[in-house]
Every structure is written in C-alpha cells, then in structure tokens.
C-alpha cells in the first residue's frame, strides 16, 4: 500500500465518522422532540383535568350553601385557600388526591400542590393559583372580591424543554398559546352565576 491509499482511507474513515455523528445527533434531536412532545401532551391533560376539579366546585365559600347577591359577601382574597377540614389535605397530595373529597370550593386550591404520576414520564408536580380579576378585563387583578376568579394551573416536568401558556376565557375555548420558563400554565376563568 502506497502513500495514496491510506490517504484514501483516512478520508474515508473520516467521512464515515462525520456521518455517523450526524446520524447520532438527528436521532437524539428526533428523541428529546418526542420526549418534550410526549411530556407536553401529559402535562396539557392532567392541567386539564385539574382545571376541570377546580370548576366542579362551588365559585366561594359563601355560595356552597346559598346565593350570593352582593360581591362583599364572597371572600377577601388575603383568606383564599383551604379552612378547616380541609387543612387536611397534604402539602404534596399524591393519588388518591384528597382535594377531590376535601375541598368544596374554587378558592381552597389556592397555592394547592399535587404530584401526579404518567404511566410513561413519572411524576409532573402541579400547583394552583387563584385570583379575583376584574370584570370589564379578565387579565386584569382586582384587591377586592369580584365575580370573577382566574385559576392558574402549572404543570412541571424535567422533560418539558419548550414549555407553553395556554389562556381561555372558558375552559374549553384556548384563546393563546405562548413560551415561557420550563412548565405549562394554563388560565381559566370561574365566573359566579347568580341565577341557575
């Protein structure tokens, strides 16, 4: 073998490796898109299905019994999250999750944390958030009790890699989907309803 060919050969060797390394990394592009996907779809439904809980129980307090016809019968703000019996409720619930039985209304999710376990991606932590907003501006806070409570649902999860808002006025129709930090949050919107 002359000088020649093995020049030959190492090009080769050389090419071959070069392919081999980009093959490599569009396979481990291709898997972390899956993955990121695949925790994206997971943390969209449990967000969902706690949203869900949270609009099947009463908007306040105050309106688990009665009719509310004034907003200074609901509850301040300051005294949002669970009273009482439902300080039972886990600082980490896990399944079966308490807060289904446990809490009666919108507000005792307030600051409510749950671990909630996929079958395929283990556990996506999931916290709450609820606030009076105005009523001419759902984006807007209000310092005083309104019919009107935003609920701020996020989801997080070490595969999430792009992560996403997603904000509905009700909690069917999403009106935006944006980027943000490494969780989903998805809004919704409780409203009281005087009359049935």
């Given at each position: 073998m002359n000088l020649g060919q093995i020049l030959l050969i190492v090009l080769a060797l050389a090419l071959l490796a070069t392919l081999q390394l980009t093959i490599n990394s569009s396979i481990l592009r291709a898997s972390l898109v899956t993955m990121d996907n695949e925790a994206k779809i997971d943390a969209i439904s449990i967000a969902q299905a706690m949203i869900d809980e949270i609009n099947s129980k009463s908007f306040d307090s105050s309106t688990t019994s009665k009719i509310v016809h004034f907003t200074t019968g609901l509850t301040p703000q300051i005294r949002f999250g669970p009273e009482g019996a439902e300080l039972t409720v886990p600082a980490y619930d896990q399944e079966p999750f308490k807060s289904q039985t446990?809490?009666?209304?919108?507000?005792?999710?307030?600051?409510?944390?749950?671990?909630?376990?996929?079958?395929?991606?283990?556990?996506?932590?999931?916290?709450?958030?609820?606030?009076?907003?105005?009523?001419?501006?759902?984006?807007?806070?209000s310092t005083s009790p309104t019919w009107y409570k935003k609920i701020f649902v996020i989801?997080?999860?070490?595969?999430?890699?792009?992560?996403?808002?997603?904000?509905?006025?009700?909690?069917?129709i999403p009106k935006r989907v944006s980027y943000v930090g490494d969780s989903i949050m998805i809004k919704s919107l409780a409203v009281y309803r005087e009359y049935f």
């Open positions: 446990v809490f009666n209304d919108v507000d005792d999710y307030h600051r409510y944390t749950r671990l909630d376990h996929s079958s395929t991606l283990g556990a996506f932590m999931v916290r709450d958030s609820i606030i009076y907003v105005t009523s001419t501006n759902q984006d807007v806070y989801v997080k999860h070490p595969n999430l890699i792009d992560s996403l808002v997603v904000s509905s006025s009700t909690q069917d």
